[in-house]
C-alpha cells in the first residue's frame, strides 16, 4: 500500500516530507522518493530502493553539495510495486519534460494503450510502470498550449481505474496539483502552508485541520488556499474538521514494534470508536449516518468477508 505526501509553503518542505514518508512506513514499501521545486525554478528529484532512510541519507548529502532540496513545495512517496519491479527507475516520483513530476497511489487501467498513444507521439519511458504515463500526458498537454491547471484536468480525463495523486509542476510554482479517485487523499490546512497526504497520520507534526476529499475531486493547493471541483467539473466546498489524533499516534510509542503497540492500543481504540455511538449499551441511531435506520430495519442477513485476524473477528461477531 503506497503512501502520498506533499506540500506548499513559505519554507522549506523536505523535512516535513520526509517526516510524513517516516508516518506512512506502516502501510509497507519497498522504496521511497521526493521532488521539490528548489529556488532556481528546477525539480530535484532523488529515489532510493529500501528504507525511507535511505532516501533522508541520500537527499541530506545533495543538500550539503548544493542545496537541491531547499524548495517550499514539494512531493513524496513510499512505493509497494505494482506495475514493474522493485527499482530505483520503478520509484516514484516520476517525471516528463523536466517539469511534471508525479507521485501516485493505485492502478491506472488504461495505462498500456495511453503508453503506446505516446510513445508514437515520440514519448520515452524510463520505468515500467503505469504511473509515468501521468506525468507524459500532462507534459504534452502543457506543449500542446495548455496552462497547467487545465492541462491537469484534461490529464485526467484521460485516466481510467483508482488513483491518488499529487503533482509538481515547474510552470506553476505556486500551486499543487491533487486528486483522488477510489484512493484516499486528506489536505491539511496550516497558516500559510498547506498539505496532502494518503493518511492524515502523516501531517499531524504540521496541521490538525483536515480536509477529506470526496471520491472523484480534484484539488489546486497554493500556500493560503485551495480549490476544490468534483468529477462532473464543478466547482464544490469541502469542509475543514479539527483532529483529535495525536501526533505520537503514528509512531512506535515506546514499544519494540507497532504489531506489539496496536495490541496494546486496542481497548483505547474500541473505546474511541465506540464514543459517540453507543449510549446506555444501546447503538445511537446516527451512528451509521442519516437514514441508515430505516436501510437497517429491512436487513436480513449480514455477511463478513476478511481474512487473517479480521477473519477471527468476522466470526466471533
Known sequence: ????????????????????????EYRGYDSAGMAVLNAQGQIAASRAVGKVQALADQISAQNLQSNDFQGCS??????????????????????AGGRVAVVHNGIIENHASLRIELQQAGRVFLSDTDTEVIAHLFDQNLAAGLA??????ATLNRLHGAFALAILVTDAPDQLFVARQGSPLVIGVGIGELFAA?????????????????????????????????A??????????????????????????????EIHEQPRAIADTLEGRISNGRVLPAAFGVGAEAVLRDVQRLQIVACGTSYHAGMVA
Open 1 to 24: 500500500m503506497c503512501g502520498i505526501v506533499a506540500a506548499i509553503g513559505q519554507r522549506p518542505v523536505w523535512p516535513i516530507l520526509m517526516e510524513g514518508l517516516r508516518r506512512l
Open 74 to 95: 514539494g512531493i513524496a512517496h513510499t512505493r509497494w510495486a505494482t506495475h514493474g519491479v522493485p527499482a530505483e527507475r520503478n520509484a516514484h516520483p516520476h517525471m
Open 232 to 261: 462532473l467539473g464543478q466547482a464544490v466546498t469541502r469542509l475543514i474538521v479539527e483532529s483529535t489524533q495525536r501526533a505520537d499516534s503514528a509512531d512506535r510509542g515506546g514499544y519494540k514494534h507497532f504489531m506489539l503497540k
Open 148 to 153: 497547467p491547471e487545465p492541462a491537469f484536468y
Open 198 to 230: 494518503s493518511d492524515a497520520l502523516a501531517l499531524l507534526p504540521v496541521t490538525q485541520r483536515f480536509v477529506y476529499l470526496a471520491e472523484g475531486d480534484r484539488a489546486v493547493l497554493t500556500r493560503d488556499a485551495f480549490t476544490v471541483v468534483d
